[in-house]
Protein backbone atom coordinates (compact mmCIF):
# COMPACT_ATOMS: atom_id res chain seq x y z
CA UNK A 1 0.00 0.00 0.00
CA UNK A 2 2.64 2.48 0.56
CA UNK A 3 3.49 2.73 -2.82
CA UNK A 4 -0.24 3.89 -3.92
CA UNK A 5 0.02 6.21 -0.77
CA UNK A 6 3.31 7.52 -2.68
CA UNK A 7 1.76 7.83 -5.98
CA UNK A 8 -0.81 9.43 -4.85
CA UNK A 9 1.31 12.17 -2.83
CA UNK A 10 3.42 12.43 -5.44
CA UNK A 11 0.24 14.27 -7.78
CA UNK A 12 -0.73 16.93 -4.90
CA UNK A 13 -3.10 14.32 -2.76
CA UNK A 14 -2.43 15.52 1.08
CA UNK A 15 -3.96 15.36 4.44
CA UNK A 16 -7.45 17.80 4.29
CA UNK A 17 -7.70 16.75 0.39
CA UNK A 18 -11.47 16.68 -0.87
CA UNK A 19 -11.77 14.69 -4.20
CA UNK A 20 -14.17 12.99 -6.58
CA UNK A 21 -12.88 9.69 -8.03
CA UNK A 22 -13.60 8.14 -11.11
CA UNK A 23 -12.08 5.19 -11.93
CA UNK A 24 -11.35 2.41 -14.20
CA UNK A 25 -9.36 -0.21 -12.27
CA UNK A 26 -8.47 -2.86 -15.13
CA UNK A 27 -6.45 -0.11 -16.85
CA UNK A 28 -4.44 -0.11 -13.44
CA UNK A 29 -3.02 -3.49 -13.64
CA UNK A 30 -3.02 -5.89 -11.17
CA UNK A 31 -2.85 -4.05 -7.19
CA UNK A 32 -2.73 -6.44 -4.55
CA UNK A 33 -5.56 -6.23 -1.90
CA UNK A 34 -7.48 -4.52 -5.45
CA UNK A 35 -10.25 -1.90 -4.59
CA UNK A 36 -10.00 -2.50 -1.01
CA UNK A 37 -6.01 -1.55 -0.86
CA UNK A 38 -6.53 1.37 -3.23
CA UNK A 39 -9.20 2.97 -0.75
CA UNK A 40 -6.45 2.38 2.19
CA UNK A 41 -4.22 4.20 -0.06
CA UNK A 42 -6.48 7.24 -0.49
CA UNK A 43 -7.75 7.42 3.16
CA UNK A 44 -4.16 7.81 4.38
CA UNK A 45 -3.48 10.16 2.23
CA UNK A 46 -6.35 12.59 3.00
CA UNK A 47 -6.16 11.77 6.43
CA UNK A 48 -8.87 12.38 9.15
CA UNK A 49 -10.25 15.69 7.69
CA UNK A 50 -10.05 14.62 4.02
CA UNK A 51 -12.81 13.53 2.09
CA UNK A 52 -12.91 10.94 -0.35
CA UNK A 53 -16.10 10.59 -2.79
CA UNK A 54 -17.52 8.13 -5.30
CA UNK A 55 -19.65 8.24 -8.74
CA UNK A 56 -22.62 5.76 -7.19
CA UNK A 57 -24.96 6.00 -10.15
CA UNK A 58 -28.02 3.78 -11.16
CA UNK A 59 -28.85 5.79 -14.16
CA UNK A 60 -32.61 4.30 -15.35
CA UNK A 61 -33.84 2.44 -12.17
CA UNK A 62 -37.13 2.93 -11.37
CA UNK A 63 -37.04 2.16 -7.08
CA UNK A 64 -33.92 3.23 -5.34
CA UNK A 65 -32.82 2.25 -2.10
CA UNK A 66 -29.87 4.24 -0.82
CA UNK A 67 -28.92 1.11 1.63
CA UNK A 68 -29.15 -1.32 -0.95
CA UNK A 69 -29.18 -0.36 -4.80
CA UNK A 70 -25.70 -1.33 -6.18
CA UNK A 71 -23.75 1.55 -8.02
CA UNK A 72 -23.06 1.40 -11.91
CA UNK A 73 -20.42 3.17 -11.92
CA UNK A 74 -17.37 0.06 -11.12
CA UNK A 75 -16.04 -1.56 -8.10
CA UNK A 76 -14.03 0.76 -7.05
CA UNK A 77 -17.69 3.11 -6.20
CA UNK A 78 -18.80 -0.44 -4.73
CA UNK A 79 -16.04 -0.56 -2.13
CA UNK A 80 -16.73 3.01 -1.18
CA UNK A 81 -20.49 2.55 -0.66
CA UNK A 82 -20.27 -0.55 1.45
CA UNK A 83 -17.10 0.88 3.60
CA UNK A 84 -18.28 1.81 7.39
CA UNK A 85 -18.83 4.98 8.01
CA UNK A 86 -19.81 5.92 3.79
CA UNK A 87 -22.58 8.49 3.77
CA UNK A 88 -24.58 7.98 0.19
CA UNK A 89 -26.76 10.76 -1.10
CA UNK A 90 -30.22 10.46 -1.98
CA UNK A 91 -30.41 10.97 -5.93
CA UNK A 92 -32.27 8.60 -7.33
CA UNK A 93 -30.52 8.57 -10.36
CA UNK A 94 -27.18 10.37 -10.05
CA UNK A 95 -26.28 9.65 -6.37
CA UNK A 96 -22.75 10.04 -5.20
CA UNK A 97 -20.98 8.16 -2.17
CA UNK A 98 -18.23 9.76 0.36
CA UNK A 99 -16.08 9.08 3.39
CA UNK A 100 -14.50 11.72 5.81
CA UNK A 101 -15.08 14.85 7.12
CA UNK A 102 -18.38 16.90 6.21
CA UNK A 103 -19.76 14.66 3.88
CA UNK A 104 -23.11 14.08 5.01
CA UNK A 105 -22.96 17.61 4.46
CA UNK A 106 -21.65 17.45 0.86
CA UNK A 107 -24.16 14.55 0.51
CA UNK A 108 -27.66 15.90 1.94
CA UNK A 109 -30.57 17.67 0.47
CA UNK A 110 -29.53 15.96 -3.63
CA UNK A 111 -32.75 13.96 -4.60
CA UNK A 112 -34.68 17.36 -5.56
CA UNK A 113 -31.79 18.77 -7.24
CA UNK A 114 -30.45 17.86 -10.92
CA UNK A 115 -27.68 15.32 -10.70
CA UNK A 116 -24.99 17.57 -11.61
CA UNK A 117 -26.67 21.04 -10.75
CA UNK A 118 -25.82 23.63 -8.80
CA UNK A 119 -25.72 22.96 -5.39
CA UNK A 120 -25.29 19.50 -6.32
CA UNK A 121 -22.85 17.27 -4.47
CA UNK A 122 -19.92 17.74 -7.18
CA UNK A 123 -20.96 21.19 -7.28
CA UNK A 124 -20.17 22.15 -3.53
CA UNK A 125 -16.73 20.01 -3.48
CA UNK A 126 -15.86 21.82 -6.33
CA UNK A 127 -16.69 25.20 -4.45
CA UNK A 128 -14.88 23.98 -1.16
CA UNK A 129 -11.26 23.37 -3.03
CA UNK A 130 -12.00 19.88 -3.97
CA UNK A 131 -10.63 17.89 -6.59
CA UNK A 132 -11.03 15.12 -9.37
CA UNK A 133 -8.75 12.23 -9.77
CA UNK A 134 -9.18 10.32 -12.94
CA UNK A 135 -7.67 6.88 -12.65
CA UNK A 136 -7.20 4.88 -15.77
CA UNK A 137 -9.80 6.91 -17.38
CA UNK A 138 -9.97 10.29 -19.49
CA UNK A 139 -12.58 13.43 -19.44
CA UNK A 140 -15.55 10.95 -20.38
CA UNK A 141 -15.47 9.87 -17.44
CA UNK A 142 -15.17 13.62 -15.81
CA UNK A 143 -18.97 14.09 -14.85
CA UNK A 144 -17.72 17.73 -13.27
CA UNK A 145 -18.14 18.78 -16.56
CA UNK A 146 -21.88 18.35 -16.45
CA UNK A 147 -21.74 21.00 -13.27
CA UNK A 148 -20.14 23.01 -15.87
CA UNK A 149 -23.37 23.09 -18.76
CA UNK A 150 -25.47 23.80 -15.86
CA UNK A 151 -23.52 27.10 -14.65
CA UNK A 152 -23.54 27.67 -18.41
CA UNK A 153 -27.23 27.00 -18.41
CA UNK A 154 -27.00 25.64 -22.13
CA UNK A 155 -30.50 25.51 -23.49
CA UNK A 156 -30.43 21.58 -23.63
CA UNK A 157 -30.49 20.81 -20.22
CA UNK A 158 -34.20 19.52 -20.11
CA UNK A 159 -33.54 16.93 -23.29
CA UNK A 160 -33.41 13.68 -21.38
CA UNK A 161 -30.68 11.50 -21.88
CA UNK A 162 -32.98 8.40 -22.95
CA UNK A 163 -36.68 9.40 -23.08
CA UNK A 164 -37.41 6.00 -22.64
CA UNK A 165 -36.29 6.20 -18.67
CA UNK A 166 -38.64 6.95 -15.93
CA UNK A 167 -39.16 10.69 -14.95
CA UNK A 168 -40.50 9.93 -11.92
CA UNK A 169 -38.83 7.49 -9.37
CA UNK A 170 -39.52 6.32 -6.15
CA UNK A 171 -37.01 5.99 -2.99
CA UNK A 172 -37.46 3.98 -0.09
CA UNK A 173 -36.12 4.15 3.24
CA UNK A 174 -36.73 5.11 6.43
CA UNK A 175 -38.95 8.01 4.88
CA UNK A 176 -40.16 6.64 1.42
CA UNK A 177 -40.45 9.63 -1.14
CA UNK A 178 -40.96 10.20 -4.84
CA UNK A 179 -38.68 12.49 -6.56
CA UNK A 180 -39.35 14.24 -10.26
CA UNK A 181 -36.21 14.10 -12.32
CA UNK A 182 -35.55 17.36 -14.24
CA UNK A 183 -32.25 19.38 -15.79
CA UNK A 184 -31.23 15.80 -17.05
CA UNK A 185 -27.66 15.02 -17.09
CA UNK A 186 -26.49 13.78 -20.79
CA UNK A 187 -24.05 12.09 -23.14
CA UNK A 188 -20.63 12.84 -22.37
CA UNK A 189 -18.98 11.26 -25.32
CA UNK A 190 -17.50 14.44 -26.41
CA UNK A 191 -16.03 15.98 -23.15
CA UNK A 192 -12.22 14.66 -24.05
CA UNK A 193 -12.28 18.67 -25.84
CA UNK A 194 -12.10 19.68 -22.08
CA UNK A 195 -9.00 18.23 -21.58
CA UNK A 196 -6.86 20.86 -23.70
CA UNK A 197 -8.01 23.97 -22.50
CA UNK A 198 -7.46 22.73 -19.02
CA UNK A 199 -3.71 21.77 -20.03
CA UNK A 200 -3.41 25.26 -21.86
CA UNK A 201 -4.03 26.32 -17.83
CA UNK A 202 -1.48 23.78 -16.59
CA UNK A 203 -4.70 22.52 -14.39
CA UNK A 204 -3.29 19.26 -14.62
CA UNK A 205 -1.09 17.12 -12.56
CA UNK A 206 -0.59 13.86 -14.31
CA UNK A 207 0.76 10.77 -12.29
CA UNK A 208 0.80 7.15 -12.65
CA UNK A 209 -1.07 4.83 -10.02
CA UNK A 210 -0.31 1.44 -10.75
CA UNK A 211 0.71 0.84 -14.65
CA UNK A 212 -2.50 2.97 -15.61
CA UNK A 213 -2.59 6.90 -16.10
CA UNK A 214 -3.67 9.12 -13.56
CA UNK A 215 -4.59 12.93 -14.05
CA UNK A 216 -5.33 15.08 -11.05
CA UNK A 217 -6.80 18.76 -10.89
CA UNK A 218 -9.43 21.06 -9.01
CA UNK A 219 -13.04 20.75 -9.89
CA UNK A 220 -13.15 24.58 -10.03
CA UNK A 221 -10.76 24.71 -13.08
CA UNK A 222 -12.85 22.08 -15.25
CA UNK A 223 -16.14 24.15 -14.23
CA UNK A 224 -14.61 26.93 -15.39
CA UNK A 225 -12.75 25.42 -18.86
CA UNK A 226 -16.22 24.52 -19.34
CA UNK A 227 -17.93 27.05 -18.98
CA UNK A 228 -15.87 29.39 -21.01
CA UNK A 229 -15.91 26.48 -24.35
CA UNK A 230 -19.61 26.79 -23.78
CA UNK A 231 -19.72 30.20 -23.82
CA UNK A 232 -17.99 30.10 -27.27
CA UNK A 233 -19.53 27.42 -29.05
CA UNK A 234 -23.02 26.51 -26.99
CA UNK A 235 -22.79 22.58 -28.67
CA UNK A 236 -18.82 22.33 -27.85
CA UNK A 237 -19.79 19.39 -25.52
CA UNK A 238 -22.32 17.22 -27.95
CA UNK A 239 -21.28 14.44 -29.92
CA UNK A 240 -22.08 14.29 -33.37
CA UNK A 241 -23.84 10.87 -33.47
CA UNK A 242 -26.70 11.35 -34.78
CA UNK A 243 -27.66 8.39 -32.97
CA UNK A 244 -27.55 9.96 -29.81
CA UNK A 245 -30.74 10.71 -28.35
CA UNK A 246 -29.77 13.73 -26.07
CA UNK A 247 -26.93 15.23 -28.42
CA UNK A 248 -28.45 14.84 -31.68
CA UNK A 249 -31.80 17.14 -29.91
CA UNK A 250 -29.52 19.41 -28.35
CA UNK A 251 -27.91 20.02 -31.63
CA UNK A 252 -31.44 20.58 -33.57
CA UNK A 253 -32.20 23.06 -30.94
CA UNK A 254 -29.13 25.18 -31.30
CA UNK A 255 -29.57 24.93 -35.30
CA UNK A 256 -26.35 22.91 -35.73
Known amino acids: MQSLVESFRSIGIKPGTRLIVHSALRHL ?5 GAD ?8 CIGQSGIVMVPTFTYNNVVYDPEATPSGTGIFTEIVRKRPGAVRSLHPTHSVAA ?23 LDRLAKAGGGILLLGVGHT ?3 TVHVGE ?10 PFNPEWPSRIAITGPVPMEVDLYDHPGCSRAFGVVEASLRQRKAIRDGKIGT ?16 DLLRQDAAALLCNDPECYRCSRARARLGR
Open 141 to 143: GNS
Open 37 to 44: TLLDALLA
Open 212 to 227: GLAQWMSGESVISAAV
Open 150 to 159: SHARVPYLDI
Open 29 to 33: GPIEG
Open 99 to 121: IGEGAAQLCEGHHPLPGFGIDSP
